[in-house]
């Protein structure tokens, strides 16, 4: 099975601050790599597909970057309501394998 | 509108089965994946297994092997996740999620989830 190690496992940050989470596949998944959003008791939200497309309706403070086996969320000016759990997931093959999530708190 | 509804809260005694629904609208249900997720307290997510609805084949995680059976019916656009012989550590929130057919592949739907405890 492919692993995804994320990181950090928490981070706390201000509004208006840049924010980037990173996840490392224990192997070369070209850009397979999507980005989810959970907030509590809501179903997760896709954020970002294949590395860096953005889904619709997402704002575009949200990108993606990374390729083989290193991928980046960036936040680029962080909001109130971007408060949430975020977690990457391989799509390269399955088992479709998740990091562990990062909880991103606002300060 | 896309939904994924996805039945209600159940509580199981160890050794039990529970069967978990989801039911799709808003688009063809046979023109996508149906992945099952699970995620334990104070664990990351866990992928289990998914469905072609339109064939019926499916596949699962190892883990799961011979303890997780997913179906569908293609008359009610209704997936369905078994899982018997159930432990305290299957207590977890159940999601089921759709797959675009083609990739790159993602998870583009979520249902809302739904709780398993399994408690003596």
């Known amino acids: 099975d492919i692993q995804m190690t994320q990181s950090p496992s928490s981070l706390s940050a201000s509004v208006g601050e840049r924010v980037t989470i990173t996840c490392r596949a224990s192997?070369?998944?070209?850009?397979?790599v999507n980005w989810y959003q959970r907030k509590p008791g809501k179903a997760p939200k896709l954020l970002i597909s294949?590395?860096?497309t953005l889904q619709s309706g997402v704002p575009s403070r949200f990108s993606g970057s990374g390729s083989g086996t290193d991928f980046t969320l960036t936040i680029s000016s962080l909001q109130p309501e971007d408060s949430a759990t975020y977690f990457c997931?391989?799509?390269?093959?399955?088992?479709?394998?998740f990091g562990q999530g990062t909880r991103l708190e606002i300060k | 509108q896309v939904q994924l509804e996805q039945s209600g809260a159940e509580v199981k005694k160890p050794g039990a089965s529970v069967k978990v629904s989801c039911k799709a609208s808003?688009?063809?249900?046979?023109?996508?994946?149906i992945h099952w997720v699970r995620q334990a307290p104070g664990q990351g997510l866990e992928w289990m297994g998914w469905?072609?609805?339109?064939?019926?084949?499916?596949s699962y995680a190892q883990k799961f092997q011979g303890r997780v059976t997913v179906t569908r019916d293609t008359s009610i656009s209704t997936a369905y996740m078994e899982l018997s012989r159930l432990r305290s550590d299957d207590t977890a929130v159940y999601y089921c999620?759709?797959?675009?057919?083609?990739?790159?592949?993602?998870?583009?739907?979520w249902g809302q989830g739904t709780l398993v405890t399994v408690s003596p």
């Open positions: 997931q391989q799509s390269y093959t399955t088992p479709r394998t």
């Open positions: 999620a759709r797959e675009w057919a083609a990739r790159p592949y993602y998870f583009d739907y």
């Open positions: 469905i072609n609805p339109s064939s019926g084949v499916t």
């Open positions: 808003g688009y063809t249900f046979t023109g996508y994946y």
């Open positions: 294949a590395a860096s």
């Open positions: 192997q070369s998944i070209s850009t397979y």
